[in-house]
């Protein structure tokens, strides 16, 4: 039986756009095909990113799918309020699927549903067997008992007002608010003179969103802005993994052999939930590759998901300290704590790339939580293996 393509990529998000964005860039002798159940590339999100995160290359070849850039951006909390003057950026869905549709051209089949994968087939709720030498599956968090998880869950709306908002620059997190539900804060993105990007988020126990609750306090704090709303633009909302421990091999058994992407492949920043960085990262990581057999991707992806996994424990460390050491409510203290840090050490974390020195400098002093507590969350790194809720 003829194959469909050289490689398929399952999922037309965010890690699955950009790597068969650089393949027909960098290597357009592969015959690509993007299969996405929705009806457009990248369904409808908004990913960030800081300044840091990226190369100078990376931000080069990311440029044209960039709608907006600021020159720094605020965070509030209820004892602190800071500018940092580290850039920052977004991709909105929209227009990363209007940059994408032509530079893939007839690679991308849209409205195609799909009831599994194997490491060469793609079966469709049609019936249709779609065959490759590779496929990769980048359709999001799977699910696994071999991650013990806290969520990042939000709501935002896109939202025109009445009267210019008066931001220039992003409020990434607003903790000033009502902590409920876990660590809450309010996150706002100005658009233009009139509009806004305003996102509920909460760092929680559970995944569970009551999107009226969020959709009323998204209102509350647009009014207490002094801000006032005449049309909904846009809305989206998500559940984002937070790692508080696991066991990545096991993790990486359970997919079969097939290669990964994304969030499917753990690749996303332990404590932000930012996925784009680690996009753009895995994307540059393949191109290099010279072998695009499903067993070798399988090797290449696997092996750079774990070694990122490795590099990055530290960071499960902040994760457990965050959801386990004192009342829900406080948690807001140990995010105001680290926003009170020199702000290179700021732009390295956010790039998950912390020194030595900056890992000692943050749980340095005393801990803006019960130190038993501290240290029960410091020690329980294998919470996947029992339930510690």
Not at 130 to 136: F, H, P, T, Y
Not at 138 to 163: D, I, N, P, S, Y
Not at 332 to 351: G, K, S
Request: net charge positive.
């Amino acid at each position: 039986m003829a194959s469909d393509a050289d490689l398929i990529l399952v999922g037309g998000g965010l890690a699955n756009g950009l790597l068969a964005l650089r393949l027909r860039q960098q290597r357009p002798d592969l015959r690509l095909l993007l299969v996405e159940q929705g009806e457009a590339l990248g369904c409808n999100h908004t990913w960030s990113f800081h300044e840091h995160d990226l190369t100078p290359a990376q931000h080069r070849w990311l440029q044209p799918m960039v709608g907006k850039r600021w020159p720094g951006y605020e965070v509030i909390f209820p004892d602190l309020q800071r500018r940092l003057g580290s850039g920052y950026a977004s991709i909105f869905s929209e227009r990363f699927h209007q940059h994408l549709m032509p530079e893939l051209s007839e690679g991308v089949r849209l409205r195609t549903a799909v009831v599994s994968v194997e490491p060469h087939r793609v079966h469709l709720a049609s019936g249709d067997i779609l065959q490759a030498g590779a496929v990769i599956d980048g359709r999001g968090v799977r699910r696994t008992g071999q991650l013990a998880l806290g969520f990042q869950k939000f709501l935002g709306q896109e939202l025109r007002l009445q009267q210019p908002h008066g931001l220039q620059e992003p409020i990434i997190m607003d903790a000033s608010v009502a902590q409920r539900d876990g660590y809450r804060f309010v996150y706002v993105l100005p658009l233009s003179v009139d509009t806004l990007l305003i996102e509920d988020t909460y760092y929680a126990d559970g995944a569970t969103v009551a999107p009226d609750r969020l959709r009323d306090n998204i209102a509350s704090y647009a009014s207490a802005r002094g801000w006032t709303i005449t049309e909904v633009l846009r809305e989206e909302q998500g559940v984002l993994p937070i790692v508080l421990s696991g066991d990545l091999p096991a993790f990486w058994d359970e997919a079969r052999g097939v290669p990964q992407t994304g969030l499917s492949a753990a690749l996303f920043h332990p404590t932000t939930g930012y996925s784009l960085p680690d996009a753009v990262r895995l994307a540059d990581h393949l191109i290099a590759l010279d072998r695009w057999d499903a067993a070798s991707l399988f090797v290449a992806i696997r092996a750079y998901s774990l070694a990122q996994w490795r590099h990055r424990g530290f960071f499960r460390l902040l994760n457990r300290m965050l959801f386990m050491a004192g009342p829900a409510d406080r948690r807001w203290a140990v995010m105001q704590r680290f926003y009170r840090l020199r702000e290179p050490l700021i732009q390295r974390f956010y790039a998950a790339n912390l020194t030595t020195r900056d890992r000692l400098r943050i749980v340095s002093g005393k801990p803006p939580v019960p130190l038993g507590e501290a240290l029960r969350a410091l020690a329980a790194h294998d919470l996947h293996r029992k339930d510690y809720r």
